[in-house]
């Protein structure tokens, strides 16, 4: 029922948005008639017919969309009955508790999420083909009992025609949403059309909502109002679980060019490995706030609606729900093979792949150490030999000074013990003395080559100090630890592992015109950029074409590093002389029909130079 009042009110809606185009059509031709009486009929034909011109081949071609486009099922490895017979007839069971015919393919994908489509036509009167999508971290965390909940609420959007019907909603919200972005922001009409297109998402969400309550409902009446309010308990600390695997397990070794052998398994991992903590997650109150733009409602709201409806009886599946797979690891090895393209980087097994990863972290960290100490002695190269040499006679006060602002010259050299213990790792993994030992329980700890702990920060506190230099000396090669080896791999620094953090159109540099990129470690200039009304537009197809790495390849990339001094001569526009270690003196200047890529750019531009001092 709630899935056709969804279609009603699309349908509605859109009409609606077909009235308002003709009435703001209608007031334009009204305004180009009064503008013809008070001018000439010459400038209310320029004024008029490309404004109405712009606004109907906007709305023919969204509608022309909206009509032809055809959803492609999610990219996901197709689980056949014969694969997986279990969770076959396990969603059997429940399609037929939900009175619902049962989706024609059930795929694997990598998300913590379900979810549920219908390839249906002629707007929903005809039903089609149907998809089931099952998260593989649900299947390696959850319950069988709460994966069964999970299901059969994602089936309860069948049986109450949401997903069906959900077709006529989203080419409503297609069409509305093409013709405003087809219009440029500087047509009058537009106003009125993007004004109407929030009225219709939120009119849309608030439907939407009642949705995700009423297939709750179903879960609950199937699966148990225990395993449903289990389940969504357990999303939150999921998500976060498979955030952090990603951000503090693969992309550090991702960005260095290596690729786990077992990605999925690696978090199943994890989830073992920390279950006490997942567990004080789970017990956390859930969201119970939501937004008017959200589709569905908090998960505390859900909890909360599920809390007063009577359990069923049945005996608990407590097993984990991979149990409903033949062999979990292989169906994860395959979905990787299947969606995660790992191109040319070396694939590595995860102890190996923690080692590399954070070793070749340390490696650029060293690099742009040891390119500060060769431009600090004048030599061309540096290495951990060469910052040990200044510790004789205090000279490595004057090196360490610009590392720790505010520092005395004193705090300084004993503040660089850290930055020296780094070196020493860096020294002992080339020396083949110490290894980075992976943990999916808590952070890898540095060890040496019988998985001892190893010292280096005792030493590092002996190294900077010209007392007791030798000391450290000679524990380093008691541990075989030669301090000549680390060395520098990068010449000049590069992108890698860099982050856009902003940028600025219509700028010069050097008095030549310039798109201007913020990395979080350089510059990118981008010459001969084009017109001056599309430097924003410009600007985010540029930094959604290719990633930070990518970008500092393909145009002028300036390293922060290389940078010895900056002078910000004028703050609004921005006017600023940045001096290089080379000599080089390079001069930017902000126009005032310059545009950015979002609304703080100016202020992390200014930031940056502010930051940016003498040479390191």
């Known amino acids: 029922m709630i899935g056709a009042v969804r279609a009603l009110i699309s349908v509605v809606m859109l009409a609606g948005f077909y009235v308002v185009a003709l009435v703001e059509l209608i007031a334009l031709i009204v305004v180009g008639v009064l503008i013809g009486d008070w001018v000439s009929g010459l400038l209310a034909v320029k004024v008029v017919v490309p404004v109405f011109v712009a ?103 069948y049986s109450g025609l949401h997903t069906r019907l959900a077709g006529v909603a989203y080419r409503g919200r297609l069409t509305i949403e093409s013709t405003v972005g087809a219009l440029s922001p500087y047509n009058p009409l537009g106003w009125g059309f993007r004004g109407y297109g929030l009225v219709y998402r939120l009119v849309d969400n608030v439907v939407a909502r009642r949705q995700e309550l009423a297939a709750d409902r179903a879960a609950v009446r199937v699966a148990g109002r225990a395993s449903a309010m289990a389940a969504l308990r357990e999303l939150p600390g999921l998500g976060a679980a ?68 009577p359990e069923i009886d049945r005996v608990p599946d407590t097993r984990r729900s991979g149990a409903l797979l033949p ?19 070396e694939v590595l097994r995860w102890p190996e792949f923690t080692a590399a990863a954070i070793a070749a972290a340390e490696q650029r960290e060293a690099d742009a150490l040891l390119r500060a100490a060769a431009r600090h002695t004048g030599t061309p190269q540096a290495n951990l030999q060469s910052i040990l040499d200044l510790v004789p006679g205090d000279r490595l006060a004057d090196f360490a000074a610009p590392f720790f602002e505010n520092a005395t010259r004193r705090e300084a050299v004993a503040a660089f013990a850290g930055p020296m213990t780094m070196l020493f790792r860096v020294a002992a993994v080339r020396s083949g003395a110490g290894h980075w030992q992976h943990s999916w329980s808590k952070p890898a700890e540095f060890v040496g080559a019988d998985g001892t702990p190893l010292p280096l ?53 050097d008095n030549h015109a310039h798109d201007v990129v913020l990395l979080s470690n350089g510059f990118v200039f981008v010459p001969d ?44 526009p921005v006017r600023a002389v940045l001096t290089l270690h080379d000599g080089t003196v390079m001069i930017f200047r902000e126009k005032w029909d310059g545009q950015d890529l979002e609304s703080k750019s100016r202020e992390t531009l200014l930031e940056v130079l502010g930051q940016l001092r003498l040479a390191t």
């Not at 694969?83 to 939900?98: K, N």
């Not at 600007?539 to 922060?560: H, N």
């Open 529 to 572: 950029p084009g017109k001056i009304e599309k430097g924003r537009e410009r600007l985010r197809a540029l930094v959604g074409s290719l990633p930070a790495e990518r970008l500092a390849e393909r145009y002028r990339f300036l390293p922060f590093e290389e940078v010895a001094s900056a002078a910000v001569e004028k703050r609004t």
């Open 457 to 509: 920060h005792e030493i590092a506190d002996l190294a900077v100090s010209p007392q007791t230099l030798d000391e450290a000396r000679k524990r380093l090669a008691e541990l075989g630890i030669d301090p000549a080896v680390a060395g520098i791999v990068e010449e000049r620094a590069t992108a890698r592992g860099a982050r856009v953090i902003g940028g600025l159109a219509n700028v010069t540099v």
């Open 327 to 345: 062999d979990l690891t292989v169906t994860g090895r395959q979905l990787q093979e299947l969606t995660i393209d790992a191109g040319d980087r």
């Open 242 to 309: 498979w955030s952090f695997f990603f951000r503090r397990y693969v992309e550090p070794g991702w960005t260095a060019g290596f690729a786990p052998d077992d990605l999925f398994g690696g978090f199943g991992a994890l989830v073992e490995a920390r279950a006490d903590e997942l567990a004080e997650l789970r017990e956390r109150e859930p969201e119970a706030n939501a937004s008017r733009w959200d589709t569905h409602p908090p998960i505390g709201a859900r909890v909360a609606a599920m809390a007063g409806a």
């Open 55 to 157: 606004s109907i081949g906007a709305l023919a071609l969204s509608i022309w969309r909206a009509m032809r486009h055809k959803p492609e099922p999610v990219d996901g490895l197709p689980l056949t009955e014969a694969a997986a017979p279990e969770l076959w007839a396990t969603v059997r069971e429940l399609a037929e508790a939900v009175r619902t015919r049962m989706p024609d393919e059930i795929r694997l994908v990598p998300d913590v999420n379900a979810a549920v489509s219908e390839h249906s036509r002629f707007l929903g009167l005809v039903g089609g083909r149907r998809f089931l999508y099952i998260g593989l971290p649900l299947l390696q965390a959850m319950s069988v009992d709460q994966l069964r909940a999970v299901i059969a609420h994602e089936l309860g959007h």
